[in-house]
């Protein structure tokens, strides 16, 4: 593993404490850190409860260049509000829950941890003073690359690989996986992480989500009408020889590759996440009591997840899956023809 900030190769610290058995990577020239999921909960072993929650709001990105996660084969690092409520914002995998934190965060987050949890002073003093920096403690310290590991990230979080295909990714040109997730089908590709949504398994879906409708979502859906098509160069996986044409989801700036003759979509990767970023957005943008409670029953019913649950663990894969289906503006008489008159590219 080299250092996001300096190229530098890292050096992997495996560290046994009184408790427990802690690994992190670092870079000896910028103090920067590289922490697979759960070690942050382990260097943090004073404080109760995870601390590895943070707001999966991507932050508004200024730099222009994207850190791509050291682990995962081709997964993005987002900007996150670390513990949601503080100024921390550090580098976070969706896909394999690593954080990323540059020189000195660990410092932040530490003072943070003892201005909010009950152990004042006890989040990572432990760690920090006594394990981190002098070598009190059992240590083997070698070459990141050494003990590098890779994870193979699937198209959609807990999906089930199921063959290879035929057809070719419109993204890419490499041919596409079939996954399933939710016993829903869909096609993937396992280089690019796009993926392809059929329409009838989305109509599949649909008749069995159809009572927990999503009201709440349709109106910014009907927007779509207003919305122009872009044609595109992307042929579509099944049709062959058919162009897609791009849409944007909601008012949002996600765009979804469309095709008019089959309806099927795509989604380049992070588009999935991207959407339920987006809804979760939403929900949370709701003002009144009312909206937000009406939206949250409406979600149980299609999600599981206890009364007690919190947004985040009920705006999951299947959220984002019930929200596509809902967005009527794939079936839209208007939407045809406006993509149909598109001139094509
Ligand atoms: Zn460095
Ligand atoms: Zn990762
Ligand atoms: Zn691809
Ligand atoms: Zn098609």
Not at 52 to 63: F, R, T
Request: net charge neutral; charged share 30%.
């Amino acid at each position: 593993m080299r250092c996001l900030n300096c190229g530098t190769e890292m050096m992997n610290n495996q560290v046994s404490t009184k408790n427990d058995l802690v690994s992190y990577d670092m870079c000896e020239k910028c103090g920067s850190l590289w922490l697979d999921k759960g070690e942050l909960d382990r260097m943090a072993f004073q404080v109760e409860g995870s601390i590895e929650y943070c707001s999966q709001d991507a932050v508004e990105e200024l730099e222009k260049q994207k850190r791509k996660c050291p682990r995962c084969d081709n997964s993005n690092l987002y900007r996150v509000r670390f513990l949601n409520s503080t100024d921390i914002i550090l580098y976070h995998c969706r896909d394999c829950g690593g954080f990323w934190l540059d020189g000195g965060e660990l410092d932040l987050i530490d003072k943070e941890l003892a201005k909010i949890m009950p152990v004042s002073g006890k989040g990572f003093s432990d760690f920090v003073n006594n394990v981190h920096v002098p070598y009190w403690y059992k240590r083997i310290k070698r070459k990141s690359s050494e003990t590098d590991t890779q994870v193979q990230v699937l198209p959609i979080k807990g999906a089930k690989l199921e063959r290879t295909t035929a057809d070719q990714c419109p993204g890419c040109g490499k041919p596409l996986d079939e996954y399933t997730v939710f016993s829903m089908r869909f096609e993937g590709c396992p280089a690019c992480k796009g993926i392809w949504l059929f329409k009838d398994e989305l109509r599949r879906l649909k008749n069995k989500v159809e009572h927990g409708s999503m009201r709440w979502l349709n109106d910014e859906i009907n927007n779509i009408e207003k919305t122009s098509t872009v044609a595109t160069k992307r042929v579509c996986p099944k049709c062959k020889n058919v162009k897609m044409v791009s849409v944007l989801f909601g008012k949002s700036s996600i765009v979804i590759d469309w095709c008019p003759q089959c309806q099927g979509m795509w989604l380049d990767q992070d588009g999935f996440d991207s959407v339920t970023e987006y809804l979760k957005h939403e929900l949370y943008s709701m003002h009144s009591k009312e909206m937000e409670k009406k939206a949250l029953d409406e979600v149980k019913l299609v999600w599981s997840g206890g009364p007690e649950s919190r947004y985040e663990e009920l705006l999951d894969v299947r959220a984002t899956i019930s929200a596509l289906i809902n967005a009527t503006i794939f079936e839209h008489p208007t939407l045809v023809r406006l993509c149909m008159g598109a001139p094509r590219l």
